[in-house]
Nanobody, 122 residues
Framework: QVQLVESGGGLVQAGGSLRLSCAAS????????MGWYRQAPGKQREAVAT???????NYADSVKGRFTISRDNAKNTVYLQMNSLKPEDTAVYYC????????????????WGQGTQVTVSS
């Protein structure tokens, strides 16, 4: 069974840093695009950053210059380094990945992690 397990959330003061990690495990043939999304109370889930297998990245305008997404393909793991955090970054952060599971020869499926809380105090 494929699963994504996140870690690294917590409480930090404004201006501080956190690093999130998300590891994919289970019966996996390949892990393709990976990304981070977040959902603040009362708001819709939004994309924060995505990264392809080859390392191409995209960022939400609100985090450009402050957040960096990276991945370790050998470990099926994606990271989100968050610097200069602001109170408005407070949200539950979710890992996302397009994965070809071992039972699928042709199709990829999108998997989500359970979410990790990031709280930035002012």
């Amino acid at each position: 069974q494929v699963q994504l397990v996140e870690s690294g959330g917590g409480l930090v003061q404004a201006g501080g840093s956190l690093r999130l990690s998300c590891a994919a495990s289970g019966g996996i043939i390949s892990v393709n695009a990976m990304g981070w999304y977040r959902q603040a109370p009362g708001k819709q889930r939004e994309a924060v950053a995505t990264i392809t297998t080859g390392g191409s990245t995209n960022y939400a305008d609100s985090v450009k210059g402050r957040f960096t997404i990276s991945r370790d393909n050998a470990k099926n793991t994606v990271y989100l380094q968050m610097n200069s955090l602001k109170p408005e970054d407070t949200a539950v952060y979710y890992c996302n990945a397009d994965i070809r599971p071992s039972y699928s020869f042709f199709a990829d499926y999108t998997y989500w992690g359970q979410g990790t809380q990031v709280t930035v105090s002012s």
